[in-house]
């Protein structure tokens, strides 16, 4: 029997996808963070499907950080086609870039042939006391990127909460 994992904080999926967002196709991206989170030692408050659009993407974000979660996880939205503004919604919500957390990703994906994970802008950073990072859209992306991020978000989370009063 598997050991259950420590929890490790909470946690919010933002599911960026135009074609998700207005009913034309089923949520795959949601459901496969939220089961990789659980395994992480995350409790997922809820998944969010918001359209490529710079407003939707920040206000998504932004009521995640407010609403106090530990972690948000954006999937979608950060190639580069005029309708990937992810990382533009998610810069000027940040008040500190981990540059590093972001290199990691795309490393993972372009070591494992996951061209669209190594070629995305996603960003990662601290807005407030919650971490928020940008994964690429693909399953494949999904899966590598937490696989990079899990213990990554631990460490950044439990050094969060060791400042809390």
Do not use: C, K, W, Y
């Not at 919010?12 to 395994?39: F, I, N, Q, W």
């Not at 809820?46 to 993407?57: A, M, R, Y």
């Not at 998504?60 to 609403?67: M, Y």
């Not at 899990?150 to 460490?155: E, I, R, S, V």
């Amino acid at each position: 029997m598997e050991q259950p994992h420590a929890l490790v904080g909470r946690a919010l999926v933002v599911v960026v996808d135009d074609r998700t967002a207005h009913g034309d196709e089923e949520d795959h991206s949601g459901p496969l963070v939220t089961e990789l989170l659980g395994e992480a030692g995350f409790v997922v408050d809820g998944v969010v499907v918001v359209s490529s659009d710079e407003v939707e993407i920040r206000n998504a974000l932004n009521t995640a950080v407010i609403g106090g979660v530990d972690l948000v996880v954006s999937v979608g939205g950060t190639g580069v086609t005029p309708r990937d503004v992810t990382p533009e919604a998610t810069l000027d919500l940040l008040d500190r870039e981990l540059l590093g957390i972001s290199e990691a990703l795309r490393s993972s994906g372009l070591s494992a042939g996951i061209i669209d994970a190594g070629v995305s802008r996603g960003l990662a950073g601290i807005s407030g006391s919650t971490l928020v990072v940008n994964l690429a859209g693909s399953r494949a992306a999904v899966r590598d990127g937490m696989a990079t991020l899990g213990p990554l978000a631990g460490q950044i989370i439990a050094q969060l909460s060791s400042l809390e009063i």
